[in-house]
C-alpha cells in the first residue's frame, strides 16, 4: 500500500515539474532584449537615422515663381510671367550618397549591436 502511495506521489511530482516555469539563460536573455527599453529605443533611432539619410539623397523641390514684366510687346495689363527650376546635381553624387547612407546604417547597425551585448552580458552576469 506504501508503494502505491509513493510511486502516486512521484507520478503527481513529475507532472507537476512538467508545467513548472522551465526557461534557460537564452529565453530570458531574449526577453529582456525584447522588453529593455533601451534597446527599444535604440532601435527606433537607427530607424529614423536611415530614414532621414534616405530622404536627404533625393532631388530639392522645385521653386516656383511669378513676376512682372512692364517693358516690352505686352497688349494686357496683367501680363505676368512664371518660372519653374529644378536642380540636380551630378548623378554620380546620389551613387556616393547611396553607399555613404548603406556605411552609415552599418556602422549604426554595430553600434545597436554593441549595445546589446553590453546590456545582456549586464544581465547574464
Same mark, same amino acid.
Given at each position: 500500500?506504501?508503494?502505491?502511495? *509513493? ?5 503527481? =511530482?513529475?507532472? *507537476? ?7 534557460? =539563460?537564452?529565453? $530570458? $536573455?531574449?526577453?529582456?532584449?525584447? /522588453?529593455?527599453?533601451? #534597446? ?5 533611432? !537607427? ?11 533625393? #532631388?530639392?523641390?522645385?521653386? $516656383?515663381?511669378?513676376?512682372? =514684366? ?13 518660372? !519653374? ?7 554620380? *553624387? ?24 553590453? *546590456?545582456? #552580458? /549586464?544581465?547574464?552576469?
Amino acid at each position: 500500500m506504501n508503494k502505491h502511495i *509513493v510511486f502516486a506521489i512521484c507520478g503527481c =511530482l513529475f507532472f *507537476v515539474s512538467g508545467f513548472s516555469q522551465n526557461r534557460n =539563460l537564452e529565453e $530570458l $536573455l531574449a526577453e529582456i532584449e525584447q /522588453n529593455n527599453t533601451e #534597446l527599444q529605443g535604440y532601435q527606433s533611432y !537607427i530607424e529614423s537615422q536611415q530614414l532621414e539619410n534616405k530622404s536627404t539623397n533625393n #532631388l530639392p523641390d522645385p521653386q $516656383l515663381s511669378g513676376y512682372y =514684366l512692364p517693358f516690352g510687346d505686352n497688349t494686357a495689363d496683367t501680363y505676368t510671367e512664371y518660372q !519653374i527650376s529644378q536642380s540636380f546635381e551630378f548623378p554620380t *553624387v546620389y551613387a556616393a550618397r547611396g553607399k555613404w547612407n548603406d556605411l552609415r546604417s552599418e556602422q549604426l547597425q554595430t553600434a545597436y549591436t554593441k549595445r546589446r551585448q553590453l *546590456v545582456l #552580458l /549586464n544581465a547574464k552576469e
